[in-house]
């Protein structure tokens, strides 16, 4: 199916922050039936998450998609918050209705992760991952502190028989307006994005890798989704800090990902711990 935009604005022309939704609809043109849609894009809301699970429960067909200009109530990983400020990210929530085996869908986020490097990858945007789904520059933040440096991240909510999975991502935002030293944006890591373009570009990549992983029936090593994340993850091969669920703490060399896409642990005395959820901070 092709995408369409709806909720345009009357006149984005005099506000270079709002989106283009001329820009927006030529890009869908040009992808043809690389993504999916419809595309509804607003002003501002509250969490593109919420919107699209309210969606979910209308019926929204698989590839349904909200982009806001502005997130003033977003959610990341362990409830913290992302703010998306007007205009100069990028904040979408795409619905999946997914038919692969339903242990597999750990699977999804990391394989959305991929799609997004592969997306800011064309617009001349180095980025990689942190386990689990932070979408990271390497190298030191922006005060000097350990990085590596953080573009976005991915926050995936299951909806019944649906999956939602929300991206944010820093594109115009200046050094001012970052959260934090270890946050960043393509505009501060030297890079022209075009929003609308890039918009279009993760719905590709997210639709091709997913139905490699659908037609793999959800295995990660069959469908190369296991191999395309650990080439972009970062936090392989790095001493971590991993804050789990309960406050244990394990400082340990991140060696692998399992077929599950958990994270092998190899702690200093040789043994191996397997973490399906948590914080991992990278060390050195």
């Known amino acids: 199916m092709s995408s369409r ?8 022309s005099h506000d270079p922050r709002a989106w283009d939704d001329t820009a927006l609809q030529r890009a869908l043109d040009r992808a043809g039936d690389g993504t999916w849609g419809p595309i509804a894009v607003l002003p501002s809301t509250g969490s593109t998450n919420a919107d699209a699970v309210d969606q979910v429960g209308e019926g929204a067909p698989e590839g349904f998609t909200v982009v806001a200009d502005e997130q003033t109530a977003g959610r990341g990983r362990l409830d913290r918050s992302w703010a998306s400020p007007y205009g100069a990210g990028i904040a979408m929530s795409v619905v999946l209705r997914p038919i692969a085996p339903e242990p597999t869908w750990s ?4 394989v ?3 799609a997004v490097v592969d997306a800011l990858a064309e617009q ?16 030191a933040a922006r005060d000097g502190s350990p990085g590596p440096r953080k573009l976005g991240g991915l926050l995936v909510e299951r909806v019944g028989a649906a999956v939602v999975v929300g991206i944010g991502l820093n594109v115009d935002l200046d050094a001012d307006e970052l959260p934090v030293p270890r946050a960043s944006s393509t505009r501060l890591e030297g890079a022209t994005v075009s929003r609308e373009v890039l918009v279009v570009d993760v719905l590709d990549h997210l639709r091709r890798r997913y ?8 295995d990660a090593r ?3 989704a296991l191999e395309a994340y650990a080439e972009r993850c970062l936090t392989l091969g790095r001493t971590v800090r991993a804050l789990l669920p309960g406050g244990a703490v394990v400082e340990a060399v991140a060696e692998s990902l399992d077929d599950h896409g958990r994270l092998v642990l190899r702690t ?7 973490v ?3 914080d991992v901070e990278h060390l050195r």
Do not use: C, E, M
């Not at 001349?124 to 190298?139: E, I, R, T, Y």
């Not at 139905?211 to 959800?218: K, P, T």
């Open 276 to 278: 399906s959820a948590g």
């Open 5 to 12: 935009v709806s909720g345009q604005y009357d006149s984005p």
């Open 112 to 114: 959305a992760g991929v």
């Open 268 to 274: 200093p005395d040789g043994a191996t711990r397997v």
């Open 124 to 139: 001349g945007v180095h980025a990689a991952l942190k386990w689990p789904n932070d979408v990271v520059v390497d190298g």
């Open 107 to 110: 699977w999804i986020p990391l």
């Open 211 to 218: 139905l490699h992983w659908q037609l793999a029936s959800g």
């Open 222 to 224: 069959r469908a190369g």
